[in-house]
């Protein structure tokens, strides 16, 4: 089924690790997005990437970088892991008609 | 300051009652989407209205996008469990070009 794929779906981190969170899709779409999704804070936008080969900061771009690796791929990056990243991470893609979403990451910073 | 402000935030309700979700901006967009997005998911596309005082049904749910473009409302008939979930709405202004999300109303339905 077409759509977007995360991985991992949990992973817990030590303060200072380092890890990189995936995203793929299938749609064959320009845009995507990595979004972080916290408790009263609603979905933040960390980075978007317009096309293969570009990338552009968000409303939430700091301790994060990202790669479009691909049309299909593109990854989120924590170099330096502090526990305010605790969150649900989202990768999505859309094509003007609406976002579609991973089912997302739930990382843990202890 | 949230551009999107969603009503109410917390709603709990019994199987077959009715209710209407509230999405309000001081900003006209050029078209609002409503998401829902179900514990451990991530946000589904509902549906998008682009025109003022458009309405659109799906199934039991009624969406409505404000005739000055600055409001948006969902309305559930007879709720389900199954309509269990954070609802978000979600949008670009006409004068801008971020996208934005709105707070979300956490529905809990009881059977």
């Known amino acids: 089924n077409a759509g977007v794929t995360q991985t991992p779906k949990f992973q817990v981190l030590k303060t200072g690790q380092s890890m990189t969170l995936q995203c793929a899709q299938d749609m064959n779409h320009n845009s995507m997005y990595w979004y972080r999704q916290d408790p009263g804070m609603g979905l933040r936008l960390i980075y978007y990437?317009?096309?293969?080969?570009?990338?552009d900061k968000g409303e939430v771009p700091n301790g994060y970088n990202v790669s479009r690796l691909n049309k299909r791929e593109f990854s989120l990056r924590l170099e330096s892991a502090a526990p305010s990243q605790t969150s649900v991470y989202f990768c999505?893609?859309?094509?003007?008609?609406?976002?579609?979403f991973g089912s997302g990451t739930r990382l843990t910073v202890v | 300051t949230q551009l999107l402000e969603q009503s109410p935030q917390f709603l709990s309700i019994q199987e077959g009652e009715n209710l209407t979700v509230y999405c309000n901006s001081s900003s006209v967009f050029s078209s609002l989407q409503w998401y829902r997005q179900e514990p451990g998911e991530g946000p589904v596309l509902l549906v998008t209205?682009?025109?003022?005082?458009e309405v659109k049904k799906l199934k039991r749910l009624t969406f409505q996008f404000g005739d000055a473009r600055k409001d948006s409302s969902l309305h559930i008939t007879a709720a389900q469990p199954g309509d269990t979930g954070l609802y978000l709405c979600?949008?670009?202004?006409?004068?801008?070009?971020?996208?934005?999300f709105g707070t979300g109303t956490s529905l809990t339905v009881i059977p």
């Open positions: 209205v682009v025109t003022g005082g």
């Open positions: 999505a893609t859309d094509r003007n008609y609406g976002y579609t």
């Open positions: 979600a949008g670009t202004p006409s004068t801008g070009n971020q996208f934005y």
């Open positions: 990437s317009a096309s293969e080969g570009t990338t």
